[in-house]
């Protein structure tokens, strides 16, 4: 993820890394403090008030008092927010807008309230990064960054605030712009803000492609928000190389671009250069694309995603593309809060661990065990007593995150499963285990096991009127294919004198689709998601997959049928069982914002 200017919080390097060995250094202290500037400033405020806390600002009477939520708890008093409510609901600061996250309720996104001040909260961990990475790859200040960074649409609430995500928000901040406007070293991309801010997402991609290959030899990391953004940056090479090499050859812009300030931001950069696109071309024609990032970046020191949790289904073709380059996970962040950062920036992407910073919101920890069956519900009292403070989790040991925000929400379940991998001074440091209950994920989408019922159910209802039905069901993320797409396998029961055409079989992935949550069909309409796919298999498939658990040590009496796939040896049983298989059509419709909420010009 790319970084805010350094100097927003250290005037160097050493200033940086002296904050990072502080704030771990009295991890405890900090919190403390944290908790009570947090409560001081939104005494008054409305739901601080409701629960009884009088304006007290101790841990121990917060504890005792405030309950454990999660978003549908809060869900009344956010959209009395989002319809106009200006009074002190949440914090005593004013919401400045919404943060939309990648979780849903309702099949909508979830909105996070945020205040001005969290942007410079966000910018000050931005600032860490690289005088962290810089202990590992020094150097980076004498060349540049291609990161593929975009924004994504927004909407109005009915009451006025923009509602978009946490990066869009970002991006389009003066701390962002300001960093793009003067020279920082850090802050060098190869993409012009005009790229980035553009939302054409062709425009955008094609723009900061052609720019990341005309400044090829001064790029030294490459990267994106998350691997599948990288890798259809990459795919998207693999079919545009033509005309890249073409504007590049005569320094001219593809017609297509038709956004000005993107054309004159990219002629500032682009200067004709016949050599250079001689070059990319006889990359780009030969068969094999294995090491293609080394081979038309040859400065390249390591590629920049998020490859933890579901990202991490990319990892072999990132290694396939990138001939081996290290994977850096940098930042833990979500639109709930910004937590904290990788101090080991070049470690396997199977041990990243991520150092929690202190300052950044009150943390605390709910033990594994104590949260199942207990889904999307707020926990009970006792089970509320066992959240333990961020210098009191165990090694080993797996949490959910609860967060006590500055811009309103406290003791927030924010859905993430955490393992205590280690400890930087008294700051523990974090595994991502997975984000609790999704089944099915191929970009920021997140789609869970009731989600996909409902869905599925739906789907499945066409069938009805072939005397046919549903008898078994379960799905997998398939990406072997750039997007990737969601592939559902179906077991049914069919009327033999009563063929189904393949056309109703598209109908079902259609139907399937248009119940899914809005980040996935935002994804689709988008196409960092593929079409759904449903691969029809033999009678008799799934009773094939429980005999394989059975094999593999399972109890007939506790065995029931996933819903989700990955294990290969599974995924193969099936493909080998599927007699057919269809796609949807069609893209699912999608308009940003809420429901009735109008969209922002």
């Known amino acids: 993820m790319p970084e805010a200017p350094s100097h927003y919080l250290c005037n160097n390097n050493n200033e940086a890394l002296k904050y990072i060995e502080d704030v771990t250094s009295n991890a405890d202290e900090i919190q403390k403090r944290v908790l009570a500037e947090i409560l001081s400033s939104s005494a008054h405020a409305e739901y601080l008030q409701r629960h009884g806390l009088d304006g007290r600002t101790d841990r121990h009477t917060f504890k005792n008092i405030m309950p454990v939520v999660t ?17 002190q ?38 600032s860490l990064l690289m005088p962290v990475m810089d202990q590992f790859v020094p150097g980076l200040e004498k060349g540049k960054g291609m990161y593929f960074l975009f924004v994504k649409s927004e909407a109005k609430t ?101 956004d000005s300030s993107v054309r004159e931001a990219i002629m500032k950069i682009l200067k004709p250069n016949p050599k250079l696109a001689d070059f990319i071309e006889g990359e780009c024609k030969k068969e094999s694309w294995k090491g293609i990032i080394t081979r038309v970046w040859p400065n390249t020191k390591y590629v920049d995603v998020i490859v933890t949790g579901t990202m991490s289904q990319y990892i072999p073709i990132l290694d396939y593309y990138s001939n081996g380059l290290p994977l850096v996970c940098t930042m833990y962040a979500s639109s709930e809060c910004y937590f904290g950062l990788n101090l080991n920036p070049l470690c396997e992407p199977n041990e990243v661990s991520y150092t929690l910073i202190p300052t950044m919101a009150y943390f605390e920890f709910l033990p594994l065990e104590k949260t199942k069956g207990q889904t999307n519900i707020s926990i009970s ?102 997007p990737g797409h969601y592939v559902l396998y179906w077991e049914i029961n069919t009327n033999d004198e009563t063929p189904i055409p393949g056309s109703v079989f598209e109908e079902c992935c259609f139907a399937v689709e248009g119940c899914l949550n809005s980040v996935y069909r935002q994804g689709r309409v988008s196409e960092s998601i593929g079409a759904l796919e449903i691969k029809i298999v033999e009678n008799g498939t799934f009773d094939k997959l429980m005999d394989f658990a059975l094999s593999q040590g399972a109890s007939i009496n506790q065995y029931k049928t996933p819903r989700c796939v990955k294990y290969a040896p599974i995924v193969e049983l099936l493909d080998s069982k599927t007699v057919s298989s269809y796609f949807s059509r069609k893209c699912p419709q999608w308009v940003p914002g809420h429901k009735k909420w109008c969209m922002f010009p």
């Open 89 to 126: 609901i949440l914090c005593s600061k004013p919401i400045s807008e919404f943060l939309t996250s990648s979780g849903t309720s309702g099949g909508e996104r979830k909105l996070m309230p945020t205040i001005e001040d969290e942007l410079e909260r966000r910018s000050l961990l931005y």
């Open 381 to 482: 009292q006792p089970d509320q007593e066992r959240l333990v403070d961020l210098v009191d989790v165990e090694l080993g040991q797996e949490y959910e995150l609860v967060v006590t925000t500055y811009a309103g929400l406290y003791r927030y379940r924010v859905g993430d499963i955490l393992r205590v991998a280690g400890f930087k001074n008294k700051a523990p440091q974090f595994n991502f285990v997975c984000r609790k209950n999704v089944v099915l994920s191929i970009d920021s989408d997140k789609t869970d096991e009731v989600e996909l019922q409902n869905a599925v159910k739906n789907g499945a209802k066409r069938l009805a009127d072939f005397g046919a039905s549903l008898t078994e069901y379960t799905s997998c993320a398939d990406t072997s294919t750039i």
């Open 158 to 258: 009915p009451g006025g605030l923009l509602a978009r995500p946490v990066l869009t928000s970002y991006y389009k901040s003066s701390h962002f712009k300001n960093s793009k406007q003067r020279y920082d070293p850090y802050t060098n991309y190869t993409s012009p803000i005009e790229s980035i801010l553009c939302l054409d997402s062709y425009q955008s991609m094609y723009s900061q492609m052609l720019c990341g290959l005309s400044q090829n030899e001064q790029v030294l990391r490459v990267g994106a928000v998350f691997a599948s953004g990288f890798i259809r940056a990459i795919k998207f090479l693999e079919k545009h190389w033509v005309s890249l090499c073409r504007d590049i050859r005569n320094g001219t812009v593809d017609p297509e671009i038709s």
């Open 71 to 87: 978003y549908e708890d809060l869900k009344p008093d956010i959209d009395r927010i989002a319809n106009g409510d200006t009074s």
